[in-house]
């Protein structure tokens, strides 16, 4: 399959996000790479659809001028931030106080504006005031389920008390003008605005719907409310496995591989062949300088019947190419070689694998390709730890060509981006710009 909007093909189908138009007569695929640029453009042609009805509704019932609609527009946009925080805020609040584990909170899409860790929890604010999220999981304890409704139902419920608020305020000031005479039509007009973009997002939230792609598919809150109702009782173990993955990811986030591994273990004491868990695993034992160990984990998942799916093969083959280029050995070069070739045909969007292609080129003495590539990932990668092994491996690009104020100057952005990356702590003769 083919992007429709850069280009990049792969035989992964069900990586791709496939949009109909026109009554399924135009049919548009984007790869996860452009996916949220699609969702972007789509979110804001929803808010100017609804922008413009209510334009029209100005002019035509209400008489509103040119500068007054133009007025209606700014405020629409500009009171997305606040209900968007709300929402995700009351997921946040509802989770701490009902026991449930938050991770992360972000608001809007795009490009990230700023981003602190507080209270043992992500906090993010992102450019397009078009959309949001609350990634939280419950411990495996009892009530852990109705607990976690309870967090889901917050979000919406948040929309009904700005709802109601809205309409109080309304009340208010139709008292203030007919007991004083004071000019409130404006201020009637925009809680009005206000209150009808509350019921459209609640309707929104409480449809059952899910977007993305079939590995990880986002559900509303509708759809994950109707799911926890409905839920079977092996999808309990999920819930579980989804608590410990996150608890894994949050630690490897952190730069802690031991408590990525203990969380990681209670994981497969439950699911001992869990893939996600068992590549979290030796991700973990890659960021302990456990290469070998990391390379032999991989390579015993590629004869499961798991790895039969696509996706996973090819990240497999990215990991074993990864951590054999780690471990130096010149008879696995040409494994990293193939390995990340075919991953890269395949995964092209994603930056890690874009990551390791260049630094297996650059070991190989193609320092050329390797660091277009690594600068291809390096603006790619949304985190820190990630951008961290960019530079690293481009430092050592740099210094294999020649460059060594260049070489320098990359494994300085290292320790900027990560002070603790875990191959900086080699002898000063093993670093790239030594």
């Known amino acids: 399959m083919k992007c429709s909007r850069c280009g990049l093909e792969s035989d992964i189908q069900e990586a791709f996000l496939v949009r109909k138009r026109w009554a399924g007569l135009v049919k548009h695929a984007y790869c996860p790479g452009c996916m949220e640029k699609v969702v972007i453009r789509e979110q804001l042609e929803s808010v100017l659809l609804i922008a413009l009805i209510l334009a029209f509704l100005d002019a035509y019932t209400f008489r509103r001028g040119v500068i007054r609609i133009a007025a209606d527009l700014l405020f629409l946009v500009a009171v997305n931030y606040p209900i968007i925080a709300a929402h995700e805020l009351a ?58 409704f309870g967090a889901v139902l917050a979000g919406p419920a948040m929309h009904g008390v700005l709802i109601a608020a809205a309409v109080k305020l309304q009340v208010f000031l139709i008292v203030l003008q007919e007991w004083f005479g004071a000019d409130v039509a404006d201020w009637l007009h925009w809680t009005s605005l206000f209150l009808f973009l509350n019921l459209i997002l609640l309707i929104h939230n409480l449809i059952p719907s899910k977007s993305g792609v079939s590995f990880g598919q986002l559900g509303t809150d509708g759809f994950q409310l109707l799911h926890l109702l409905f839920q079977k009782p092996e999808e309990e173990v999920n819930r579980n496995q989804a608590y410990y ?60 019947a798991e790895a039969k799916q696509p996706y996973l093969k090819y990240l497999l083959y990215n990991n074993i190419a990864y951590a054999g280029l780690l471990l130096k050995d010149p008879e696995m070069l040409a494994e990293a070689d193939r390995y990340s070739s075919e991953a890269i045909r395949q995964l092209g969007w994603e930056p890690a694998i874009i990551g390791t292609r260049g630094a297996v080129l650059a070991e190989m003495g193609r320092p050329d390709e390797g660091i277009l590539l690594l600068q291809d990932a390096l603006k790619r990668h949304p985190d820190k730890l990630g951008k961290a092994s960019d530079t690293y491996h481009l430092a050592a690009a740099e210094k294999r060509r020649g460059n060594e104020a260049e070489s320098r100057r990359y494994l300085e952005l290292t320790r900027k981006y ?11 003769e093993e670093l790239p710009a030594a």
């Open 91 to 148: 997921h946040a609040a509802a989770g701490k106080a009902l026991g449930v584990r938050v991770f992360k909170v972000t608001i809007g899409l795009g490009r990230l504006l700023f981003s602190r860790r507080v209270a043992g929890t992500d906090w993010e604010l992102r450019l397009w005031p078009f959309g949001g999220g609350t990634v939280m999981a419950c411990p495996p304890k009892g009530g852990s389920r109705a607990r976690f």
């Open 245 to 304: 993955l996150l608890e894994a990811m949050d630690a490897s986030a952190r730069n802690d591989p031991a408590a990525a591994l203990r969380w990681i273990d209670l994981g497969l004491a439950l699911q001992p062949g869990q893939p996600s868990l068992r590549i979290l695993k030796g991700n973990a034992f890659i960021k302990q300088k456990r290469f070998a160990e990391a390379r032999a984990l991989y390579e015993a998942m590629l004869s499961t």
């Open 418 to 428: 990560d002070p603790d990356f875990y191959l900086l702590d080699a002898p000063a």
